[in-house]
């Protein structure tokens, strides 16, 4: 009769691990509570500066927009004269009686958009209120128009200010059109800054 054999015994390798799983599990789950709070508190950082820096740009363009205003109505007073001036002249040149020369001054206004085009560059403007920001920005674009028919309007003023036989008549046709588009986008722009919310 073959002897029987115990059966086998099963040692295990961790004979702790048993014992100690809660306590690794505990570490284990305050190590992942720690991460997701770093990461928590980094996004609230961030969204804390990125709010900061929206909040930061709004102030810049709403400067930048009355500094813009302030610079626009320094050029009334010399665009109104010498629109006046073209306008008589060009009706005295209707009733045959053109004048011998016309004297065209040209005021600039420097207006910025530094602050807008920095905003928009960035990720503050994810940040600002998005019907001002449709406002501001028919705004800038308005403001980009009367910058471009100004320079045009310097640019002729230049080209016949070095042409001084350039008939009256010849003067009249090219340049009244301009400045009576610079007065209407002044009228314009002068009252989209008086009506943007700042």
């Known amino acids: 009769m073959s002897e029987q054999q115990p059966p086998p015994v099963h040692h295990s390798r961790f004979p702790?691990?048993?014992?100690r799983l809660p306590e690794?599990?505990?570490?284990?789950?305050?190590?992942?509570?720690?991460?997701?709070?770093?990461?928590a508190v980094e996004e609230w950082r961030d969204d804390r500066e990125l709010a900061q820096r929206a909040d930061e740009a709004r102030v810049a363009i709403?400067?930048?927009?009355?500094?813009?205003?302030?610079?626009?109505?320094?050029?009334?007073?010399?665009?109104?004269?010498?629109?006046?001036?073209l306008e008589n002249a060009?009706?005295?040149t209707r009733e045959g009686n053109p004048p011998d020369g016309?004297?065209?001054?040209?005021?600039?206004?420097?207006?910025?958009?530094?602050?807008?085009?920095?905003?928009?560059?960035t990720d503050s403007s994810r940040r600002l209120d998005y019907a001002w920001m449709l406002?501001?920005?028919?705004?800038?674009?308005?403001?980009?128009?009367?910058v471009r028919a100004q320079w045009q309007v310097v640019q002729k003023t230049a080209t016949f200010g070095s042409?001084?036989?350039?008939?009256?008549?010849?003067?009249?046709?090219e340049v009244l059109g301009d400045f009576?588009?610079?007065?209407?986008?002044?009228?314009?722009?002068?009252?989209?800054?008086?009506?943007?919310?700042?």
Do not use: C
């Not at 690794?24 to 990461?39: P, T």
């Not at 406002?135 to 009367?146: A, H, P």
């Open 102 to 121: 016309l004297s065209l001054n040209v005021e600039v206004a420097l207006l910025s958009s530094a602050a807008w085009k920095t905003a928009l560059a």
């Open 135 to 146: 406002q501001v920005s028919e705004l800038y674009e308005l403001q980009e128009l009367y």
């Open 16 to 19: 702790r691990l048993r014992e």
């Open 90 to 92: 060009a009706k005295a």
């Open 62 to 85: 709403v400067a930048e927009i009355a500094r813009n205003e302030r610079e626009l109505a320094g050029v009334q007073q010399d665009l109104q004269t010498t629109l006046e001036a």
């Open 180 to 198: 009576r588009l610079l007065n209407t986008l002044y009228q314009g722009l002068g009252e989209s800054y008086r009506t943007t919310p700042r």
């Open 163 to 173: 042409r001084r036989d350039a008939p009256v008549e010849e003067v009249l046709a």
């Open 24 to 39: 690794i599990l505990l570490e284990a789950f305050s190590v992942l509570v720690a991460v997701l709070l770093a990461f």
